[in-house]
Each structure stands twice: as structure tokens, then as C-alpha cells.
């Protein structure tokens, strides 16, 4: 079975940093793209970002300002995203997705983040 | 970067009833649409891809139509299980992918 499970959310400060993980199994991740999604509550969803299989290509969405940093572990089947300077409008839940064909499917079940003092 | 804009906001049907939901591109995107389901406290699942396309497992009473800029998302017949939240998204011109801002499909 495909499976993604993100961890490492939680409660930080504006200012903040966090990192991210991504769980993959059941599936040969090397030979995928990856994607980060994210979802402030009650709202819709916005890409953040994505890389390559082997890690050569990264691309995040303009509002992130160069404040993340997505990376990936093929070894270890892992994604990850580092969250710096974080802000109040960074509150959401992240959600990594595989690239099937160049949609997002499937989704891991995603983590929350809040910033908040 | 390619806006993408959802009808209705909500829409109120019942069981049995058919349903039909659009998304609108602000260019041309081919066919390089999808659509996903989303359930309170879920992520989001593909349901259609490339317009017209069911991923695996999606039952036959979801069909997607539309090229270019107009694009639609039909549920022939209402199943207790389909009352959630649906957005399209495109992969034409990314980055950056862009999402409608989905539709709320409620029981009325």
C-alpha cells in the first residue's frame, strides 16, 4: 500500500523555525517527484513546493519568500521541509503528495503547524 | 500565474440528485485539470485528471469534461459519501500549480 505520513508539526513563535518530514513506503519514492501542500484552517489549498527525484531541481511558490527549504532522502524515503521565519499567516496544515503523472496522488494525512506567541 | 475560479461556493442538493460543479481558468490550460475530493479532517483524494480521466478506484458516477478555460465536474447521482468539498487545480503552466477555491457540495 502507498502510504505517506508527515510529522513534525506543532506550536511555534513568529520567528520560528521547524522541520518537516515525510514518510514514504509501499512505493519506489527515488523514482518520483514530491510536492509539499499546505492548508490554512478553513481555507483552500496552496502548493509550496516540489523537487525532483534525485534532488537536482526545487521550486517553491513566490510567497515563500526563500523561507523554506524543501530536500528529500532516498535512502531513507524521506521528504522534508525546513520552515524558517516563520509568521502567523504560515499556520496550516502541510500535506506532502507524490507526483503521479504530474498530479497530486496520493497525499500523506498531514500535519499542523501553528505560529503563535 | 493561472487563476482558477470555482462555481458555486456551495451547493445544496440531495441524495439521487446530480451535481455540477465548475472551474474556470483565467488561459487557456488544454486539458491539464484535475479535481479533488476533500472530507472534514481528510486530505485531499485525485478524482479526475487530464479534464476528463478518473483516477483508480473513482466510481463511474464522477466525470469531468471541458478544454481551454471552462471546465466541469459531474456527479450523476448523489451518494450519501459524496457531500464534501471538491477543487480543481492545474498543471499546465507550473510552476506554481494553482487550486480553485473549492466548492462545498452540502445535503439540503
Known amino acids: 500500500e502507498v502510504q505517506l505520513v508527515e510529522s513534525g508539526g506543532g506550536l511555534v513563535q513568529p520567528g520560528g523555525s521547524l522541520r518537516l518530514s515525510c514518510a514514504a513506503s509501499?512505493?519506489?519514492?527515488?523514482?518520483?517527484?514530491m510536492s509539499w501542500v499546505r492548508q490554512a484552517p478553513g481555507k483552500g489549498l496552496e502548493w509550496v513546493a516540489l523537487?525532483?527525484?534525485?534532488?537536482?531541481?526545487?521550486s517553491y511558490a513566490d510567497s515563500l519568500k526563500g523561507r523554506f527549504t524543501i530536500s528529500r532522502d532516498n535512502g531513507k524515503k524521506s521528504l522534508n521541509l525546513e520552515l524558517n521565519s516563520l509568521r502567523a499567516d504560515d499556520t496550516a496544515v502541510y500535506y506532502c503528495a507524490r507526483h503521479t503523472n504530474n498530479w497530486f496522488d496520493p497525499w500523506g494525512q498531514g500535519t499542523l503547524v501553528t505560529v503563535s506567541s | 500565474e493561472i487563476v482558477l475560479t470555482q462555481s458555486p461556493a456551495t451547493l445544496s442538493l440531495s441524495p439521487g440528485e446530480r451535481a455540477t460543479l465548475s472551474c474556470r481558468a483565467s488561459q487557456s490550460i488544454n486539458t491539464y485539470l484535475g479535481w479533488y475530493q476533500q472530507k472534514p479532517g481528510q486530505a485531499p483524494r485525485l478524482l479526475i485528471y487530464?479534464?476528463?480521466n478518473r483516477a483508480t478506484g473513482i466510481p463511474a458516477r464522477f466525470s469531468g469534461s471541458g478544454s481551454g478555460t471552462d471546465f466541469t465536474l459531474t456527479i450523476s447521482s448523489l451518494e450519501p459519501e459524496d457531500f464534501a468539498v471538491y477543487f480543481c487545480q492545474q498543471r499546465s503552466n507550473w510552476p506554481p500549480y494553482t487550486f480553485g477555491q473549492g466548492t462545498k457540495l452540502e445535503i439540503k
Open positions: 509501499g512505493f519506489a519514492f527515488s523514482t518520483y517527484w
Open positions: 487530464d479534464a476528463s
Open positions: 523537487i525532483k527525484q534525485d534532488g537536482s531541481e526545487k
